[in-house]
């Protein structure tokens, strides 16, 4: 079955740039989307088709995917940046996530 | 207006079956190109996909999940149920109904705000 890797966790001071990878075999080959979630609430999707920022999501949100590797990446991080983030993308009609990333601002 | 809401049982036990309902508003799933889904959340760990209706009726499980899952809709209601089978203790989570764009990407980009089943005797 297809795999998606994610670190565990990412640290970053604040106002400095945050990178979470997310791998997958040929992963390039697939679009792949990013969630958010904080404690207690449902994830919010802030980047889709790899590149693409939805509507209210800020600017220093950004998105890349190459090869075998898709990576978020947020410029000039806030607090309120912290949280869990979720890459997502579809294998043969399957819907695979990644293990999650911890992002602590600290 | 998007909104979804999953409703069903705070409390099952092993063995029984789950039946949970999401209730949408603001859109209509026979749209060419839209789709629900469900996901689900062990407390603290990541997120784990489910199941899939699009707008044609076509349906989608998880592998490992398969034999267990029944998805169907209701269009008449604006409703999409989601049964699973033989409910085990390691099936305690939060599970979320979601909508997704499939034109393209299938990203997600509308959740509800999530259910929590525990299974215990």
């Known amino acids: 079955s297809y795999e998606l890797t994610q670190p565990p966790s990412v640290s970053v001071s604040p106002g400095q740039t945050a990178s979470i990878t997310c791998s997958g075999h040929k992963l390039g080959d697939k679009y792949v989307s990013w969630y958010q979630q904080r404690p207690g609430h449902s994830p919010v999707m802030v980047m889709f088709q790899d590149s693409q920022r939805p509507s209210g999501i800020p600017e220093r949100f950004s998105g890349s995917n190459s090869e075998n590797t898709a990576t978020l990446t947020i410029t000039g991080t806030q607090a309120m940046d912290e949280g869990d983030y979720y890459c997502l993308a579809w294998d043969s009609r399957t819907a695979v996530f990644g293990g999650g990333t911890q992002l602590a601002v600290l | 207006q998007v909104t979804l809401r999953e409703s069903g049982p705070a409390l099952v036990k092993p063995t029984q079956t789950l039946t949970l309902t999401c209730s949408f508003s603001?859109?209509?799933?026979?749209?060419?190109?839209?789709?629900l889904t469900w996901i689900r959340q062990p407390p603290g760990k990541a997120l784990e996909w489910l199941a899939r209706i699009d707008w044609d009726d076509d349906k989608l499980y998880s592998p490992s999940l398969r034999s267990r899952l029944n998805i169907s809709q209701d269009t008449s209601k604006n409703q999409v149920v989601l049964t699973m089978a033989n409910m085990d203790p390691a099936d305690t989570g939060t599970y979320y109904c979601?909508?997704?764009f499939g034109s393209g990407s299938y990203h997600i980009d509308y959740w509800g705000p999530g259910t929590l089943v525990t299974v215990s005797s």
């Open positions: 979601a909508r997704i």
């Open positions: 603001g859109f209509a799933l026979n749209t060419r190109g839209l789709c």
